[in-house]
């Protein structure tokens, strides 16, 4: 990404260098090529840091509507600890008979 903003800058002091009028629009063709792509990469640079805030947003406000819900389907599901990024863990599966300390209840 720090090559691709020296380019325009290295060509253009190439231009000033350029005594030949056909050889010092070639290189103004590219420098203006460079700018093109440069703009082009920070646009999709920017882009990206966007979908990535969003979907950092999205992953709050679902997990905020996790804790809140009262869905039957959606209770399956805690958040564990309070830390700035939470992790959603499934319910633990009921216990197994080896694992329950009382012996069942007669009828």
Same mark, same amino acid.
């Given at each position: 990404?720090?090559?691709?903003? =020296?380019?325009?800058?290295?060509?253009? $002091?190439?231009? /000033?260098?350029? !005594?030949?009028? &056909?050889?010092? &629009? =070639?290189?103004e063709q590219a420098a203006e090529c460079c700018r093109q792509i440069l703009n082009h990469v920070n646009q999709e640079v920017r882009?990206?840091?966007? +979908?990535? =805030?969003? =979907?950092?947003?999205? #992953? #709050? +406000?679902? +997990?905020?509507?996790?804790?809140?819900?009262?869905?039957?389907?959606?209770? !399956?599901?805690?958040? /564990?600890?309070? $830390?700035?990024?939470?992790?959603?863990?499934?319910?633990? +599966?009921?216990?197994?008979? $080896?694992?329950?300390?009382?012996?069942? #209840?007669?009828?």
């Open positions: 990404m720090q090559r691709l903003t =020296k380019y325009p800058l290295l060509l253009l $002091s190439i231009t /000033k260098c350029t !005594e030949v009028a &056909a050889e010092r &629009a =070639k290189v882009d990206m840091e966007n +979908l990535m =805030k969003l =979907k950092d947003y999205q #992953r #709050r +406000l679902d +997990l905020s509507n996790l804790k809140q819900s009262t869905d039957p389907l959606l209770s !399956e599901f805690k958040v /564990k600890g309070e $830390s700035q990024d939470p992790q959603i863990h499934p319910k633990p +599966l009921p216990f197994t008979h $080896s694992d329950n300390p009382k012996p069942p #209840r007669s009828p």
